[in-house]
């Protein structure tokens, strides 16, 4: 029999991720959540709902967590009615969040002293590829706790790799995130510069793209910048924020250099103040510009 999986966080990314972990045949019961998305298609695929993360452990082999960050990662294992409340000898909880490393050691141990297991596995990509079971996992676990749940993570991602021991996933993800965010930021910064020295934005982009300045982030960057159509990719410039926080935390712990993360989470603070915590990632520039 597939094992018993549980899952908090129904969200732009949780969804696709339980649509595929149901669509394996993977028994699967969900947190109700006003952040939820609309649980119609899971409901209608056999999915079954719960009030709480306690009542969500007592009946699963496999919690995984997908929130915003460590503060709702500790909420929602530490709460009165959590997880850990629930948990039962043997479960093994994935946190597929964006996490500081220092939480992480500290949310695993209490999972431990539990009689649980803790892997952390943050994801990177986008909804539409969480739909698809498309998306990309940095996975923090000994090598035969990955081997036990290695076939459940690929039902909704393509990309699987094992970073290291505990906290590496986390580790990775925001080193990741600090080179992705802060090299949208920089040609972000560099394009509402261009539109003051009258530069074409075709014209910017399409030398970028032959140069050095050519990559996953420009590509990401085009519509926006030459079509005007940030939709692309909808995450919110505050949760760019978060990630560059949560890098600067963890470079300060490990007393690693930060000054150009500092700089960066500067860019992106200030984006917020003027734009809203909720204007998407792809309008930094616009931002930044006249």
Known sequence: MKQRIGMIGIGLMGHGIARNVMK???PLTVVEHPGNQPLD????????????GEALARESDIVILCVTGSPEVEAVLTAPDGVLAGLQPGTIVIDCSTAVPASTARMAALVEEAGGLFVDAPMTRTPKEAHEGRLN??????????ARIEPLLRT???????????GAGHSMKLLHNFVSLGTIALISEAAACAKRAGVDAQTFVDVLAKGGGG????????????DGDPSGMPFHMSNALKDLGYYVTMAGDTDAVDAIASAVRGTYADAVERGGAHRTLLELAQLLGP
Request: aromatic share 6%; no cysteine.
């Open 24 to 26: 394996h045949g993977y």
């Open 41 to 52: 298609e899971l409901r209608a695929g056999g999915v079954k709902t719960v009030a709480n």
């Open 137 to 146: 996992l940095l996975v923090g676990a000994s090598p035969e706790l990955f």
């Open 156 to 166: 909704y991602a393509e990309n699987v790799t094992l970073v290291g021991g505990l």
């Open 215 to 226: 990559g996953a982030a420009l590509e990401r960057l085009r519509p926006a910048l030459v």
